[in-house]
T-cell receptor
Framework: GENVEQHPSTLSVQEGDSAVIKCTYS??????FPWYKQELGKRPQLIID?????GEKKDQRIAVTLNKTAKHFSLHITETQPEDSAVYFC???????????FGGGTRVLVKP | GAVVSQHPSWVICKSGTSVKIECRSL??????MFWYRQFPKQSLMLMAT?????????EQGVEKDKFLINHASLTLSTLTVTSAHPEDSSFYIC?????????????FGPGTRLTVL
């Protein structure tokens, strides 16, 4: 089955700096890679996703890159703000209807 | 759009009782729903995949007779924790996949915090 590894497990950045979270996956058939943000005690919220037919996707301060050859994808947050503090999860999935396999999560702390 | 509700948001029960948790997709049809369990400071652990009109598929190590799943309609799936014990205390979260999406976009419910005394 799919295995997703996520690094780092914790990340502390100064407000205004960039944050990068990296994930690797094992199943070459995976074609959908979402990122979720989870605040304490709340539901995971989809913040951005990327599909295997593109290499990069950007939405304001958030971007995701995908390298299918190397089987890794990354989340980039620029100009970080205190409200970006949360736990971020990457995930990977095959075709529609299949389960998501989550990474272990990254706890991001943005210091003002 | 893509709103998923979950009820109750929290529940406290005595050991040996059963607890039912509901997961509803409010503005889309969900042929597939997923049930996760999350321990403090840990990732989401998939328990089972719930398909409308058919039996759920359970992940390895998850007892199907203890965690009963029913997906009777395109907008509702239920998880029943039978004969709950303190070790079943956890945060249970469901997600729903939009039947109209060609990719596996999933939207999560707000979770249910179960405490078994």
């Amino acid at each position: 089955g799919e295995n997703v590894e996520q690094h780092p497990s914790t990340l502390s950045v100064q407000e205004g700096d960039s944050a990068v979270i990296k994930c690797t996956y094992s199943d070459s058939a995976s074609n959908y890679f979402p990122w979720y943000k989870q605040e304490l005690g709340k539901r995971p919220q989809l913040i951005i996703d990327i599909r295997s037919n593109v290499g990069e996707k950007k939405d304001q301060r958030i971007a995701v890159t995908l390298n299918k050859t190397a089987k890794h994808f990354s989340l980039h947050i620029t100009e970080t703000q205190p409200e970006d503090s949360a736990v971020y999860f990457c995930a990977a999935s095959r075709a529609a209807g299949n389960k998501l396999t989550f990474g272990g999560g990254t706890r991001v702390l943005v210091k003002p | 759009g893509a709103v998923v509700s979950q009820h109750p948001s929290w529940v406290i029960c005595k050991s040996g009782t059963s607890v039912k948790i509901e997961c509803r997709s409010l503005d889309f049809q969900a042929t597939t729903m997923f049930w996760y369990r999350q321990f403090p400071k840990q990732s989401l652990m998939l328990m089972a995949t719930s398909n409308e009109g058919s039996k759920a598929t359970y992940e390895q190590g998850v007892e199907k007779d203890k965690f009963l799943i029913n997906h009777a309609s395109l907008t509702l799936s239920t998880l029943t924790v039978t004969s709950a014990h303190p070790e079943d205390s956890s945060f249970y979260i469901c997600s729903a996949r939009n039947a109209g999406s060609s990719y596996n976009e999933q939207f999560f419910g707000p979770g249910t915090r179960l405490t078994v005394l």
